[in-house]
């Protein structure tokens, strides 16, 4: 069974940074896709930036210039950095992965989700 650990959430000033990170663990042949979504307070999930295992990367537009995401395959994990951060940047934060198991078997797994607020 695939698990995804997710850290370094908090609070921030507008204008503040926070870095995510993101560990797999359990059984994992390869990891395809990693991915952050949020989810703010009424609103729906929704994806911020994704990075595939080339290297592609993909972002919202609202996050464009602002997040970087990137990976450690090694370690099979992920980061996302976030500068300039916006109180419309508050929600809850998760990562998701695809790949496959160590059995042959697609996965997708979500972590647990790291809260985010931004706020003077």
């Known amino acids: 069974q695939v698990q995804l650990v997710e850290s370094g959430g908090g609070s921030v000033q507008p204008g503040g940074s926070l870095r995510l990170s993101c560990a797999a663990s359990g059984g994992i042949a390869t990891i395809y896709t990693m991915g952050w979504h949020r989810q703010a307070p009424g609103k729906q999930r929704e994806l911020v930036a994704v990075i595939i295992s080339g290297g592609s990367t993909n972002y919202a537009d609202s996050v464009k210039g602002r997040f970087t995401i990137s990976r450690d395959n090694t370690k099979n994990t992920m980061y996302l950095q976030m500068n300039s951060l916006k109180p419309e940047d508050t929600a809850v934060y998760y990562c998701?992965?695809?790949?496959?198991?160590?059995?042959?078997?697609?996965?997708?797994?979500w972590g647990q989700g790291t809260q985010v607020t931004v706020s003077s």
């Open positions: 998701k992965c695809t790949g496959f198991t160590t059995y042959g078997n697609l996965y997708e797994s």
